[in-house]
């Protein structure tokens, strides 16, 4: 297989996707395109075009919502939408909100395509085609778990002509979070973990394994213990899941948390359990421009935030996370961040995949572009231990020795030595370590706003944010996203409390 996954089939992609299931959806059969290995394998690779989006998709739309959280902020507070995203001022008519609608229903009809492919036609064996069956399954799991956290409940469908949605209505009410999660995400998942192969069938790793599906099922879990459902007997659930994939899965920690975030170390599989790849001709990035201040000749889009940043742990990831200190592209004097735009840090993290050398980015010089290399991380190795700490924790209100040894793995590193090791707390203290500790290793991962949400520590992290001045609403009215208004007004829905 090729180092980047292939760009989609055409016919494979879902192009009015905004006016949801407005036209019956078509399906590749054998009638249509000869049923092969090779077939299964480029529709399968479609999904993730169509998960991205374009150039400003995916990335770059989650990125603008999740301003919400504590660790990012807008670089620029004449740029109206990003503040009202930060602020959690989000309009009705957020021009984030349908791109990702769109991109995550997309992908949804096109697995429901693929799944309906290798069902229907047996002309490829079960060997073969098993693995293009998970990897649908996994990312229509993935899509509708977006889904569930953005937006709450949503319409819901596993057929591949869109037809009706899990229980035959053709009028595509929205479903509960609960339905979605018990009849489409479990299970999936659950199938995806039998059907996946243990080692991706991507060398770049792009394509999810068993241990990609079991990581994001006990993340699943997670969440479905927490906010809005409360199943906290899903602790134990998740508990169990993740400690499969510490027991039984290959990956580990790399040595230094730096590596993951160069050039060099995108592809590296031993931490990295699922991650989407960039090129400048496959799905890139903007990463590059966005991430640089206006001092440094780019668009200032996002920055740290500064309240985050001084409560972050004078540690390895600290240095290598934050720009403190830049040149200033007009006077050429060296600036500290409390002197720059935001009056906040910018961000270092994606500053080293290359592609856009004209803005002043670490890595490839050899390219000029506003848009970069690298990788949208999914899920790390990093996550299944502090996931697995803190489910442990949560299911028997006790800390193990296995839990102290998860969250230590990941200090050991941050700190570079083992002198900063936990031992002796509480299940409360060792919770609250756990949830700091997991905000830290995934700053600007697009997980704080996730992580907050469904521990409903949202008041606690960004209603006390001085450096945000946040709408809060204690009937958690803040924690779903507009429906895009197009769709509430082509199905007659009622939009999400607050819009």
């Not at 602020?87 to 697995?111: C, E, G, S």
């Amino acid at each position: 297989m090729k180092r980047y996954i292939l760009i989609a089939l055409s016919l494979l992609m879902f192009t009015s996707c905004v006016d949801l299931l407005q036209e019956p959806q078509s399906a590749l059969t054998d009638q249509t395109l000869p049923v092969t290995e090779q077939t299964l394998e480029s529709s399968v690779n479609g999904l993730y075009k169509s998960w991205w989006g374009e150039n400003y998709g995916f990335n770059c739309r989650l990125a603008s919502l999740l301003l919400a959280g504590d660790d990012m902020i807008s670089g620029d507070a004449a740029k109206t939408r990003l503040v009202l995203d930060d602020q959690m001022r989000v309009p009705a008519d957020n021009l984030d909100v349908a791109p990702l609608w769109k991109h995550f229903y997309a992908t949804i009809f096109n697995a429901n395509n693929v799944i309906s492919l290798i069902k229907t036609n047996p002309s490829v064996s079960v060997d073969e085609s098993n693995k293009y069956l998970g990897e649908a399954r996994f990312m229509r799991a993935l899509m509708y778990f977006y889904i569930a956290r953005l937006w709450g409940d949503a319409p819901a469908t596993t057929d591949n002509n869109a037809a009706g949605d899990i229980d035959g209505d053709e009028t595509m009410p929205r479903k509960s979070v609960k339905d979605i999660y018990e009849r489409i995400i479990v299970p999936d998942l659950k199938e995806a973990a039998l059907l996946l192969p243990a080692v991706s069938r991507d060398e770049a790793g792009q394509a999810p394994t068993k241990w990609a599906a079991l990581t994001m099922l006990g993340d699943v879990y997670m969440h479905m213990a927490g906010w809005p459902l409360h199943q906290t007997d899903k602790y134990a659930e998740a508990e169990k899941v993740l400690k499969q994939v510490i027991d039984e899965g290959p990956h580990r920690l790399v040595k230094e948390y730096k590596t993951l975030w160069l050039r060099s170390g995108c592809y590296d599989k031993t931490e990295h359990i699922f991650a989407l790849h960039h090129s400048l001709s496959y799905l890139p990035s903007q990463y590059a421009i966005s991430y640089l201040g206006y001092e440094e000749n780019g668009w200032s889009d996002y920055a740290a935030d500064p309240v985050f940043f001084q409560n972050f742990p004078n540690d390895t990831r600290k240095e290598f996370c934050f720009i403190t200190k830049t040149i200033d592209k007009t006077t050429k004097k060296e600036i500290v961040w409390q002197n720059f735009g935001p009056k906040a840090p910018y961000i270092r993290k994606y500053r080293n995949f290359g592609g856009c050398s004209t803005y002043g980015i670490e890595g490839d010089n050899t390219k000029n572009s506003s848009l970069s290399e690298g990788i949208t991380p999914i899920y790390r190795y990093a996550d299944v231990l502090l996931l697995y700490a803190e489910a442990s924790v949560k299911a028997t209100g006790k800390v193990s020795t296995l839990a102290y040894d998860c969250i230590n793995q990941v200090r050991d590193r941050a700190f570079g030595d083992t002198n900063h090791r936990l031992s002796g707390l509480d299940a409360a203290e060792f919770e609250k370590a756990v949830f700091d500790e997991y905000g830290w290793e995934n700053c600007f991962e697009f997980k704080r706003w996730f992580q907050l949400v469904r521990t409903e520590m949202v008041d606690e992290m960004v209603g006390k944010n001085t450096a945000v001045d946040a709408r809060l609403n204690v009937n958690k009215q803040n924690y779903l996203f507009p429906v895009p208004v197009r769709q509430c007004q082509l199905r007659g829905w009622t939009n999400n409390p607050g819009y």
